[in-house]
């Protein structure tokens, strides 16, 4: 392999071994993968085999079981094209139920003559005594008996859960169970332990207000239309107008162009750049363009399929329309210093371009950042300052092969021992691709399985909580229980929660969610966009090191909670029309990124960037975030444990907790 290769590889895995290192190059070679798709497949390793757990290190045993399980695709891939181009394809037919007896359609004694039969064996059965099913993954999990209705409750009866899944019997005997995964500012809590412990005192939420406090003017602008739109549907208890597959190209295209001139502004007067250049022409001297990177396997915005991952040796600088015409212009990122870049983020870039068919960056200027709120509106506001505590979670909350929902439950238990002041709970609750929803094993409607077994533990965990606690619901794109199965996603209606039985003390927020806790501005995305980022960015000597939160500083960076551009195949509709709610309006205190990625909590530029990861990882529990902020005044007062400057900012004082479940 070339140099270029193998410093990828060191790049995306760190040091490595000679033997990892020659195995590693093996695999590329062999089966054309790049480096940062084997480096997906090694964290696809660890969370598997190992939970997740960064020490281990890729050795070339385990790299072995990586290669075979590459091997294993490859040959599967290539009989499924050979059975393909030999076997003449024929539609399917559906069936609502594999085990349905087959009648004589043309007899109507026989249809009859069935139904008085299944009639008979129906009522034999609630005769006789409950007893376990001879399969309980083949008839389903939510299969009850056939001849009468019955409830969620009784459908989901201890009788068709006699026999444990072999991952709750893995799952009961863990040994990592509330163990501290990682710790922000653990030695600042643990110092001011007697002055948090009001942190379970009631906090103040107000939702919707976290970054518009400090926009730029205080007026929306014109193309908030959509925001304004989704706020007063709010107010009447409906969702908006939500038309995700109607989006029209037009839309899109505008959209992307509004955001290159929103950076492009900011730009020109952070740096005082007299004027910003169009990049296509040609240019003998220095200036200044900003633009957006695109692939080179890019048509109108949309992915292509199959298209290769954004490589430094392919990449398109795209102007806006009034910066020049909207036309693309090869980008020569050689002899820029520092980089990170993925396609659809917005860049100001210096450079030339002697000849006029490619720009050549010498360097990469620093995007203006956003402001925060200061202090005189938080002075301003009565709640401000008071301390709280948080539990945040994501899902999925149940094991692949089970619908128990046993990690949720343990959850519910850590978060009463904790006595937070606000609990958020991401989706997904009952996931489109969980093994048993996928496989075509349920046989009952996903808001039933809500109601019989989320709500019941929701209600345990409102009962446990401080009477001043506050619940909140995230939905989630992969969630079946929302009806919109896009980005962004309004709240769950009233109508909904009722439905899902879910107790009047939880409420819902939208996806992503802007709130305000005591005067502290948090952002939730619920989108695994930094799993979407780590296999399309690339980048050189970047100045945050850490890739995974790097990631979620470009989130903050772009102003944007999906800034990537095209998304991949598999990612739900991002709604341009809708662009207004993933916008930053001001810089969060706390944003908060749930991926399948590793967890982490670090503060970059005063944000705490926080992925609290999962609470499942299939048959293994996952983890969660446990957040408390304290006044200043008591951080101050801990004394040689921290700085002796005043704490201004909120990530100064916050100390964030991931545990095990």
């Given at each position: 392999?070339?140099?270029?290769?193998?410093?990828?590889?060191?790049?995306?895995?760190?040091?490595?071994?000679?033997?990892?290192?020659?195995?590693?190059?093996?695999?590329?070679?062999?089966?054309?993968?790049?480096?940062?798709?084997?480096?997906?497949?090694?964290?696809?390793?660890?969370?598997?085999?190992?939970?997740?757990?960064?020490?281990?290190?890729?050795?070339?045993?385990?790299?072995?079981?990586?290669?075979?399980?590459?091997?294993?695709?490859?040959?599967?891939?290539?009989?499924?094209?050979?059975?393909?181009?030999?076997?003449?394809?024929?539609?399917?037919?559906?069936?609502?139920?594999?085990?349905?007896?087959?009648?004589?359609?043309?007899?109507?004694?026989?249809?009859?003559?069935?139904?008085?039969?299944?009639?008979?064996?129906?009522?034999?059965?609630?005769?006789?005594?409950?007893?376990?099913?001879?399969?309980?993954?083949?008839?389903?999990?939510?299969?009850?008996?056939?001849?009468?209705?019955?409830?969620?409750?009784?459908?989901?009866?201890?009788?068709?859960?006699?026999?444990?899944?072999?991952?709750?019997?893995?799952?009961?005997?863990?040994?990592?169970?509330?163990?501290?995964?990682?710790?922000?500012?653990?030695?600042?809590?643990?110092?001011?332990?007697?002055?948090?412990?009001?942190?379970?005192?009631?906090?103040?939420?107000?939702?919707?207000?976290?970054?518009?406090?400090?926009?730029a003017g205080g007026a929306a602008s014109s193309d908030e239309s959509?925001?304004?739109?989704?706020?007063?549907?709010?107010?009447?208890?409906?969702?908006?107008?939500?038309?995700?597959?109607?989006?029209?190209?037009?839309?899109?295209?505008?959209?992307?162009?509004?955001?290159?001139?929103?950076?492009?502004?900011?730009?020109?007067?952070?740096?005082?750049?007299?004027?910003?250049?169009?990049?296509?022409?040609?240019?003998?001297?220095?200036?200044?363009?900003?633009?957006?990177?695109?692939?080179?396997?890019?048509?109108?915005?949309?992915?292509?399929?199959?298209?290769?991952?954004?490589?430094?040796?392919?990449?398109?600088?795209?102007?806006?329309?009034?910066?020049?015409?909207?036309?693309?212009?090869?980008?020569?990122?050689?002899?820029?210093?520092?980089?990170?870049?993925?396609?659809?983020?917005?860049?100001?870039?210096?450079?030339?371009?002697?000849?006029?068919?490619?720009?050549?960056?010498?360097?990469?200027?620093?995007?203006?950042?956003?402001?925060?709120?200061?202090?005189?509106?938080?002075?301003?506001?009565?709640?401000?300052?008071?301390?709280?505590?948080?539990?945040?979670?994501?899902?999925?909350?149940?094991?692949?092969?089970?619908?128990?929902?046993?990690?949720?439950?343990?959850?519910?238990?850590?978060?009463?021992?904790?006595?937070?002041?606000?609990?958020?709970?991401?989706?997904?609750?009952?996931?489109?691709?969980?093994?048993?929803?996928?496989?075509?094993?349920?046989?009952?409607?996903?808001?039933?399985?809500?109601?019989?077994?989320?709500?019941?533990?929701?209600?345990?965990?409102?009962?446990?909580?401080?009477?001043?606690?506050?619940?909140?619901?995230?939905?989630?794109?992969?969630?079946?229980?929302?009806?919109?199965?896009?980005?962004?996603?309004?709240?769950?209606?009233?109508?909904?929660?009722?439905?899902?039985?879910v107790p009047s003390a939880v409420q819902s927020l939208p996806n992503?969610?802007?709130?305000?806790?005591?005067?502290?501005?948090?952002?939730?995305?619920?989108?695994?966009?930094?799993?979407?980022?780590?296999?399309?960015?690339?980048?050189?000597?970047?100045?945050?090191?850490?890739?995974?939160?790097?990631?979620?500083?470009?989130?903050?960076?772009?102003?944007?909670?999906?800034?990537?551009?095209?998304?991949?195949?598999?990612?739900?509709?991002?709604?341009?029309?809708?662009?207004?709610?993933?916008?930053?309006?001001?810089?969060?205190?706390?944003?908060?990124?749930?991926?399948?990625?590793?967890?982490?909590?670090?503060?970059?530029?005063?944000?705490?960037?926080?992925?609290?990861?999962?609470?499942?990882?299939?048959?293994?529990?996952?983890?969660?975030?446990?957040?408390?902020?304290?006044?200043?005044?008591?951080?101050?007062?801990?004394?040689?444990?921290?700085?002796?400057?005043?704490?201004?900012?909120?990530?100064?004082?916050?100390?964030?907790?991931?545990?095990?479940?």
């Open positions: 392999m070339s140099s270029d290769a193998v410093q990828k590889l060191h790049q995306a895995f760190g040091t490595l071994a000679p033997d990892a290192l020659a195995e590693c190059q093996s695999i590329c070679a062999t089966y054309g993968l790049s480096a940062g798709d084997l480096f997906i497949r090694w964290q696809t390793l660890l969370l598997n085999r190992y939970a997740g757990d960064a020490a281990v290190q890729p050795t070339r045993e385990r790299l072995l079981e990586i290669r075979a399980a590459v091997a294993r695709d490859h040959e599967r891939s290539l009989r499924q094209r050979a059975q393909a181009s030999q076997t003449p394809h024929h539609p399917a037919k559906l069936s609502r139920n594999r085990e349905r007896p087959a009648y004589d359609k043309s007899s109507v004694e026989g249809l009859l003559q069935g139904m008085a039969g299944a009639a008979a064996a129906a009522a034999a059965a609630s005769r006789d005594a409950p007893r376990t099913p001879q399969s309980a993954r083949r008839v389903g999990l939510l299969r009850g008996t056939p001849g009468r209705a019955r409830g969620p409750q009784e459908m989901l009866s201890p009788s068709v859960f006699a026999q444990p899944s072999p991952g709750a019997a893995q799952y009961k005997t863990r040994g990592n169970a509330g163990r501290l995964e990682e710790a922000l500012h653990q030695d600042l809590l643990a110092h001011v332990q007697p002055a948090a412990a009001a942190a379970a005192a009631p906090a103040a939420v107000v939702v919707g207000a976290g970054q518009q406090r400090a926009a959509g925001g304004e739109e989704a706020e007063a549907a709010g107010r009447l208890g409906r969702p908006p107008r939500m038309r995700y597959m109607f989006e029209k190209t037009a839309v899109r295209t505008e959209t992307l162009n509004r955001r290159i001139e929103r950076l492009a502004v900011a730009t020109k007067a952070a740096h005082g750049v007299e004027a910003l250049a169009n990049p296509t022409y040609p240019h003998q001297d220095a200036v200044t363009a900003v633009g957006r990177v695109v692939n080179a396997a890019v048509d109108d915005g949309a992915a292509v399929a199959g298209a290769a991952p954004l490589s430094a040796d392919a990449l398109f600088l795209e102007t806006s329309r009034r910066l020049g015409n909207g036309r693309r212009i090869a980008l020569d990122v050689r002899a820029a210093a520092s980089y990170a870049l993925f396609p659809g983020q917005v860049v100001a870039v210096e450079g030339s371009n002697p000849k006029g068919a490619e720009f050549a960056a010498a360097r990469f200027l620093e995007l203006p950042r956003l402001p925060h709120a200061s202090a005189a509106e938080r002075c301003s506001d009565p709640d401000a300052g008071r301390p709280f505590s948080a539990v945040v979670a994501a899902g999925p909350y149940t094991l692949a092969d089970s619908l128990d929902y046993e990690p949720l439950a343990d959850l519910v238990a850590h978060a009463v021992e904790a006595a937070p002041s606000v609990v958020f709970l991401l989706g997904p609750f009952v996931a489109e691709s969980h093994p048993l929803v996928r496989d075509g094993l349920l046989d009952m409607l996903p808001e039933d399985v809500f109601a019989a077994r989320v709500s019941p533990l929701l209600e345990r965990l409102c009962a446990g909580l401080p009477p001043a606690a506050a619940v909140y619901l995230v939905p989630a794109p992969d969630d079946l229980c929302c009806p919109y199965a896009c980005y962004p996603q309004p709240a769950f209606s009233r109508d909904l929660l009722a439905r899902l039985a992503p969610a802007h709130v305000s806790v005591n005067g502290v501005a948090v952002a939730l995305a619920n989108i695994d966009v930094l799993f979407h980022l780590v296999k399309q960015e690339v980048s050189r000597l970047p100045a945050l090191t850490d890739r995974l939160p790097r990631l979620a500083w470009h989130l903050v960076e772009q102003r944007h909670l999906y800034p990537l551009s095209p998304p991949p195949p598999d990612a739900p509709a991002i709604l341009a029309e809708h662009d207004a709610s993933l916008r930053l309006h001001a810089m969060p205190d706390i944003l908060v990124v749930p991926s399948q990625l590793r967890h982490f909590a670090r503060v970059h530029e005063n944000v705490v960037l926080l992925n609290p990861g999962c609470s499942s990882m299939r048959v293994a529990g996952g983890t969660f975030a446990k957040i408390h902020v304290l006044p200043p005044s008591a951080v101050d007062s801990a004394g040689d444990m921290v700085d002796a400057a005043p704490k201004t900012y909120p990530a100064d004082c916050t100390s964030v907790e991931i545990v095990r479940i």
